[in-house]
């Protein structure tokens, strides 16, 4: 709700990696193993050999560890997948705006008229009141005002540009805060801006999907994006 005041799939096979290493020492840890059970039964003493719960317990062993490398290999298919589809639906939001956590707002006077980017708040439970303040770069307070009533939930807002004089503010880049109470009582609210999404990095070792949003925002995980516009 906003109120007024393609790209490639790209799966990286990591061929060689740890994968491939996991699963060699795996299948010698299984051959070792199964060498020092044949040993032992050829070299074991005749009129003490090796009980059955013995050698059933060193046999569910190794077929622990085979099991234990099967589940490992169906899970990362399965987070293979899983990747893909968030990847694929990560470049859905190519060239669109996305509301991200930040405190940015973007102020452009033009002949055809006055611009800025929306902000946004996410509230927890709902607000009584919501109390804007936009500062300049200098932390200069430019305006300040009550939206009002706010429901829990993430809501976007548009600023007019205008000073508390009633002035149009210059162009560039400004900061917004917002305070949320209810009765005496200050809500948690988290302050959201505006960007574009420009391109997608597909998930790594060090985390999932990844949005590039400009050198401004950098990049932030799909988790991230609040609400799209």
């Known amino acids: 709700m906003s109120t007024t005041i393609d790209s490639n799939v790209v799966t990286r096979l990591n061929q060689g990696g740890p994968s491939a290493r996991d699963a060699s020492q795996s299948a010698e840890l299984r051959n ?42 169906t899970l990362a298919g399965i987070t293979d997948q899983m990747n893909a589809g968030q990847t694929l639906q990560a470049t859905g939001l190519i060239g669109k705006g996305v509301m991200v956590p930040g405190n940015r707002v973007l102020l452009e006077q033009s002949e055809d008229g006055t611009h800025t980017t929306p902000f946004g708040i ?11 303040t936009i500062a300049n770069a200098s932390g200069q307070v430019i305006n300040r005002y009550d939206i009002g009533a706010v429901q829990a939930g993430v809501e976007s807002f548009t600023w007019d540009g205008m000073t508390s004089e009633g002035e149009a503010a210059v162009s560039g ?47 932030v995980g799909l988790g991230e994006v609040k609400q799209i516009l």
């Open 173 to 219: 880049a400004y900061q917004v805060r917002v305070e949320a109470t209810s009765g005496d009582k200050t809500l948690n609210a988290t302050t959201l801006n505006y960007a574009v999404v420009g391109g997608v990095t597909p998930p790594d070792g060090n985390g999932g999907v990844k949005l590039d949003l400009g050198a401004v925002y950098g990049q």
């Open 122 to 132: 996410e509230l927890e439970q709902s607000a009584e009141n919501v109390r804007v």
């Open 32 to 73: 070792n193993f199964m060498t020092l059970l044949i040993a032992q039964m050829q070299h074991q003493d005749p009129l003490k050999p090796m009980d059955n719960h013995e050698m059933t317990s060193q046999l569910a062993q190794i077929n622990t560890v085979s099991g234990i490398e099967d589940l490992n290999k």
